[in-house]
Nanobody, 123 residues
Framework: QVHLVESGGGSVRPGESLSVSCSAS????????MGWFRQAPGKEREHVAS????????YYAESVKGRFTISRGNAKNTMSLEMKSLKPEDSAMYYC????????????????WGQGTQVTGSL
């Protein structure tokens, strides 16, 4: 069974940068596509970005294109999301998700989820 643990959330001011990371452990994580979803209070969950197991496919929500960069670590068990030029609307709980199916992951039907890490915009 694969487990996901997020880290790196925090409080940032608009325009600043922040990175969040996700570490996978367990069985056969190298074959997983991994991604980030976020949910702010009172809003629906949003798919932010994803990267396939081999790193050949990426997805970015229109709202973060050009500002966020997703990447996999060399050992394939880690994934990071570098966020630049943060906006107040980027404030949310960020969840790491993974699935052996790219379509399932990008369709929001990932089978494996982390507990989340909070990214908060401060004035």
């Amino acid at each position: 069974q694969v487990h996901l643990v997020e880290s790196g959330g925090g409080s940032v001011r608009p325009g600043e940068s922040l990175s969040v990371s996700c570490s996978a452990s367990g069985y056969d994580y190298s074959s997983l596509s991994m991604g980030w979803f976020r949910q702010a209070p009172g809003k629906e969950r949003e798919h932010v970005a994803s990267v396939s197991a081999a790193g050949s496919l990426t997805y970015y929500a229109e709202s973060v294109k050009g500002r966020f960069t997703i990447s996999r670590g060399n050992a394939k068990n880690t994934m990071s999301l570098e966020m630049k030029s943060l906006k107040p609307e980027d404030s949310a709980m960020y969840y790491c998700a993974a699935d052996y199916s790219w379509l399932a992951l990008t369709g929001g039907r990932a089978g494996i989820w982390g507990q989340g890490t909070q990214v908060t915009g401060s004035l």
